[in-house]
């Protein structure tokens, strides 16, 4: 069974910068197309970011288009989400998972962004 670890979320000022990482173990990924998700207080979780298992096509929700930018590693069966000029709205605890998700989700990483 894999298991998906979130990290580099944290506190950052409006504006500022994180990048998340997400890390698989169980399971390479290599073969999957891979994505971020985010969930907010009393919201539902939403996409946030794709990338294709060769890293030849991306896409992105709008509200985070030209902000953040995903990647991966398939030798370090890693992905990550560098995310700059945040915004309050992007409060939210991110997760990974495969694009759709399928597999079980991990326990996320929380990103405060003050104003």
């Known amino acids: 069974q894999v298991q998906l670890v979130e990290s580099g979320g944290g506190l950052v000022q409006a504006g500022g910068s994180l990048r998340l990482s997400c890390a698989a173990s169980g399971r390479t990924f290599t073969n999957y197309a891979m994505a971020w998700w985010r969930q907010a207080p009393g919201k539902e979780r939403e996409f946030v970011a794709g990338i294709t298992w060769n890293s030849g096509s991306t896409r992105y929700a709008d509200s985070v288009k030209g902000r953040f930018t995903i990647s991966r590693d398939n030798a370090k069966n890693t992905v990550s989400l560098q995310m700059n000029s945040l915004k309050p709205e992007d409060t939210a605890v991110y997760y990974c998972?495969?694009?759709?998700?399928?597999?079980?989700w991990g326990q996320g990483t929380q990103v405060t962004v003050s104003s």
């Open positions: 998972n495969r694009d759709p998700p399928t597999w079980l």
